[in-house]
């Protein structure tokens, strides 16, 4: 009786340390950048017909059918400017398969990869939806009109500020959805995800610019009004890339009766709202692993002249590269011909393109 009673206590550690483990992929929503039709959504029953969604993210689709189409954009975007910030590197945020994207580098691991691009996600749904309030897109939402007064500057507050709360509300409701789940289960990478989403919106929020207009005779700038307006999604895409790079390395921890992430090594000062964290080290990215959602760093173009990542030494992982000639077609001798023409001509050139082994 007392030996049954022992194996059912391993048994529930065991699964509570499972449990504490489990992934939780909260990005596969953005398979919705993959579905053309999208746009046309218009009954609530399709909510329940679209892919990576749990029962949350479908309940919200079914209350905010018109938005869905700004969480397309927004992944599209998300998806387009981790290229962008990638395109040097070993892991390029290349798209492997369409339900899975990125594969289990982001789906399964808890890497410094996995944490940019659930910042980057989150951060675009509330881009998306904010830009779509603004341009009255939307019946749900529009212009923040509590922006208002005049300012200390001397300056009058008016026209149409982005509505970054209405934006950043949306995509912690819509993006945190699954790991809310898997947090009350004191899942630590629910907690890692749900850190990263947050500093996703941050990355916004914290860089809200002031736009103004002039008024006056001959453009004299009498009086001033001035809106609030967000940083263009490359800057956000900047920023975040830069907490990539200085990303803190985490474990978690009880504290009290809550499970809270801390920096592993305590010689390093705890982590910000702002900053990406990550509880796993990424793999190198040199060879093909479909699995893993590696697409290798065969046949990739490196810089023979650089001693950073995109150089010939790192990209190609020490396997050496090949040099070919590759021919450019350029616009050349361009002209200016009045009234309001630019004519040039196409040229030709051959470089050296070097090419990983």
Same mark, same amino acid.
């Given at each position: 009786?007392?030996?049954?009673?022992?194996?059912?206590?391993?048994?529930?550690?065991?699964?509570?340390?499972?449990?504490? !483990? !489990?992934?939780?992929?909260?990005?596969?929503? *953005?398979? *919705?950048?993959?579905?053309?039709?999208?746009?046309?959504?218009?009954?609530?029953?399709?909510?329940?017909? *679209?892919?990576?969604?749990?029962?949350?993210?479908?309940?919200?689709?079914?209350?905010?059918?018109?938005?869905?189409?700004?969480?397309?954009?927004?992944?599209?975007?998300?998806?387009?400017?981790?290229?962008?910030?990638?395109?040097? $590197?070993?892991?390029?945020?290349?798209?492997?398969?369409?339900?899975?994207?990125?594969?289990?580098?982001?789906?399964?691991?808890?890497?410094?990869?996995?944490?940019?691009?659930?910042?980057?996600?989150?951060?675009?749904?509330?881009?998306?939806?904010? $830009?779509?309030?603004?341009?009255?897109? *939307?019946?749900?939402?529009?212009?923040?009109?509590?922006?208002?007064?005049?300012?200390?500057?001397?300056?009058?507050?008016?026209?149409?500020?982005?509505?970054?709360?209405?934006?950043?509300?949306?995509?912690?409701?819509?993006?945190?959805?699954?790991?809310?789940?898997?947090? $009350?289960?004191?899942?630590?990478?629910?907690?890692?995800?749900?850190?990263?989403?947050?500093?996703?919106?941050?990355?916004?929020?914290?860089?809200?610019?002031?736009?103004?207009?002039?008024?006056?005779?001959?453009?004299?700038?009498?009086? !001033?009004?001035?809106?609030?307006?967000?940083?263009?999604?490359?800057?956000?895409?900047?920023?975040?890339?830069?907490?990539?790079?200085?990303?803190?390395?985490?474990?978690?921890?009880?504290?009290?009766?809550?499970?809270?992430?801390?920096?592993?090594?305590?010689?390093?000062?705890?982590?910000?709202?702002?900053?990406?964290?990550?509880?796993?080290?990424?793999?190198?990215?040199?060879?093909?692993?479909?699995?893993?959602?590696?697409?290798?760093?065969?046949?990739?173009?490196?810089?023979?002249?650089?001693?950073?990542?995109?150089?010939?030494?790192?990209?190609?992982?020490?396997?050496?590269?090949?040099?070919?000639?590759?021919?450019?077609?350029?616009?050349?001798?361009?002209?200016?011909?009045?009234?309001?023409?630019?004519?040039?001509?196409?040229?030709?050139?051959?470089?050296?393109?070097?090419?990983?082994?």
């Amino acid at each position: 009786m007392r030996e049954n009673l022992v194996l059912q206590v391993l048994l529930v550690i065991i699964v509570v340390l499972h449990l504490s !483990r !489990r992934p939780a992929e909260g990005v596969r929503w *953005l398979a *919705l950048a993959k579905m053309s039709w999208l746009g046309s959504l218009s009954e609530e029953d399709g909510c329940d017909r *679209l892919a990576g969604l749990v029962k949350r993210q479908k309940r919200l689709c079914r209350r905010n059918v018109e938005l869905m189409d700004s969480v397309k954009t927004g992944a599209l975007m998300s998806i387009d400017e981790c290229q962008a910030q990638f395109q040097n $590197r070993r892991w390029n945020c290349s798209t492997t398969d369409s339900n899975r994207l990125f594969g289990r580098v982001i789906l399964k691991q808890e890497t410094r990869e996995s944490a940019f691009v659930h910042a980057i996600s989150s951060a675009g749904v509330g881009y998306a939806v904010t $830009r779509a309030c603004s341009s009255g897109q *939307l019946r749900k939402c529009g212009c923040d009109r509590t922006v208002r007064g005049r300012s200390k500057d001397g300056f009058e507050w008016s026209g149409c500020s982005d509505n970054i709360a209405y934006g950043s509300a949306f995509s912690t409701a819509f993006v945190d959805a699954r790991e809310r789940g898997q947090r $009350r289960k004191n899942s630590s990478r629910a907690l890692m995800n749900l850190h990263n989403n947050q500093a996703g919106r941050k990355a916004i929020e914290d860089n809200m610019q002031v736009e103004c207009k002039c008024h006056g005779v001959s453009g004299s700038c009498e009086m !001033r009004t001035c809106w609030r307006a967000m940083p263009t999604f490359r800057r956000v895409g900047q920023l975040l890339k830069e907490k990539f790079d200085g990303a803190t390395e985490v474990k978690s921890a009880i504290r009290g009766t809550r499970l809270v992430l801390m920096p592993l090594n305590p010689q390093f000062k705890p982590h910000t709202e702002q900053d990406l964290v990550y509880m796993e080290s990424s793999p190198d990215f040199c060879e093909p692993d479909p699995k893993l959602g590696s697409l290798g760093t065969h046949g990739r173009v490196c810089n023979k002249t650089s001693k950073a990542i995109d150089g010939c030494d790192l990209l190609c992982c020490g396997r050496g590269y090949m040099t070919r000639k590759v021919k450019l077609v350029e616009r050349c001798r361009c002209k200016f011909h009045w009234c309001c023409v630019v004519k040039c001509k196409q040229c030709e050139r051959i470089i050296d393109e070097h090419v990983c082994a």
